[in-house]
């Protein structure tokens, strides 16, 4: 791949994205690499958990402008309100089961930081900024703003969507859309591992029911639980439920297989 580089190491993955010479802007070649990676991760049983970060001096910068068309009235944005989606990426409504630890410096605006909102653990090193400039260009912080909303209070997102004004790592952290603030990028590459690698050590099939459990919680309280219940009886059917138990009866640590 060109401009995403991929690497595996045990049951964790991590994802690159790499066009540092344009702060890891996407043009389209790299967007789609960049999916491709996920579905990937997302087929590969061996990964249980990735991080997702940028070299260079950003995260991502979002859409390179310049080498993408300007949204408008091409054939992507015409047609009904009703077009079926093709669930390819994040903004097409695809969700991953895998978790996703971002390890995030300098820039994660616009796209780049819907990116970091796809992830579900976000962590910062001290000179990053973030930032949903797309209405200064008269350009939409869709997804962004269909999940920032949901992440931070709602004046908090509201400032950051309608401004379009950049906000730091210490107000990130403040209004809950990061875990932590590090002090530079290698502090927050070396804490998104340590992260994964707790994540990894769990019952894998457990992390992602668990996972997707989170995702609906907002629906009614009758469906999720029905949800809950359903994942928890499959749960409880697979292998790895009876070496958990007998990893805690034994005082070890359990071996999970993923099955």
Not at 103 to 113: N, R, S, W
């Amino acid at each position: 791949m060109e401009h995403v580089t991929y690497e595996k190491q045990g049951h964790i993955a991590q994802l690159t994205l790499s066009r540092p010479e344009k702060l890891n802007a996407f043009n389209a070649k790299m967007q789609d690499e960049i999916w491709q990676v996920m579905h990937e991760i997302e087929a590969d049983d061996e990964v249980r958990a990735a991080v997702v970060t940028g070299s260079g001096r950003a995260f991502c910068t979002g859409a390179d402008l310049i080498q993408l068309e300007r949204p408008g009235l091409t054939d992507e944005h015409r047609g009904s309100f009703w077009s079926q989606l093709d669930y390819s990426r994040h903004d097409q409504g695809w969700e991953m089961s895998k978790p996703l630890v971002a390890a995030i410096h300098g820039y994660a605006v616009a796209g780049g930081l819907e990116l970091a909102l796809f992830c579900d653990i976000r962590v910062a090193a001290e000179d990053t900024k973030f930032g949903c400039p797309e209405v200064k260009w008269n350009i939409l912080h869709g997804y962004g703003a269909s999940r920032l909303t949901t992440m931070v209070p709602m004046s908090d997102a509201m400032m950051m969507l309608l401004t379009g004004k950049f906000i730091d790592s210490a107000e990130a952290y403040r209004i809950g859309l990061i875990s932590k603030v590090l002090e530079d990028h290698a502090a927050a590459m070396q804490e998104a591992h340590r992260i994964a690698g707790d994540i990894a050590k769990n019952g894998p099939q457990a992390i992602r029911f668990t996972k997707q459990l989170a995702q609906r919680g907002r629906y009614p309280i009758q469906d999720a639980m029905r949800i809950y219940q359903e994942y928890q009886r499959i749960s409880l059917a697979m292998e790895d439920a009876k070496e958990g138990n007998a990893a805690f009866a034994e005082r070890r640590d359990p071996v999970y297989r993923g099955i």
